[in-house]
């Protein structure tokens, strides 16, 4: 079924012609066109050299899960909250390199995965991790998430709300 005909069956009608829609009604949606765009940023990021700087830096708790990373210019990486056994491992190992904060508190880490689909390997790829995934990808989140908010809602001139309370 295309977009406008399946999204048209949950709308729903104010009595004042207001049209709106449940964000749990479309939340799979919601999910699955925001994590396009982000994996369109994240791509750009491996583009233009941003990801590989930062698992070249020091500074930065990103590293890579692999030696085989992808070449300068890529199409199709994303990033991933969950991810395989062997890039935990990895991470788990990581975090126990890494001496306590300067104040003398443990590190928190909170693990993101870049991956990226390797057509020649036919094969998805865990390329690198990222510490503090709140202010890398999770951001591009909240941005792309809100531009699809947008989108939809103009394209098909509806609000998008949690609750009913949220009617105007």
Partial sequence: MEETEWIETVVK??????RYV???????TLCELTADRVGDAVTQDWNNGAIPDWIASEHADVFALTDDLPPEKIEGM???CSFSDEAQKKIDAYEQQKPPRGDGRKRLFNWGVIDWWDEKKGENREIAAFSDIDRYACKYWDWCEGDVYTELEQRHNMKIINTLDDLE
């Fill in 13 to 18: 009608t104010t009595d004042d012609g207001q």
């Fill in 22 to 28: 449940l964000r749990e009604d479309i939340f799979d």
């Fill in 78 to 80: 994303n990033y991933n």
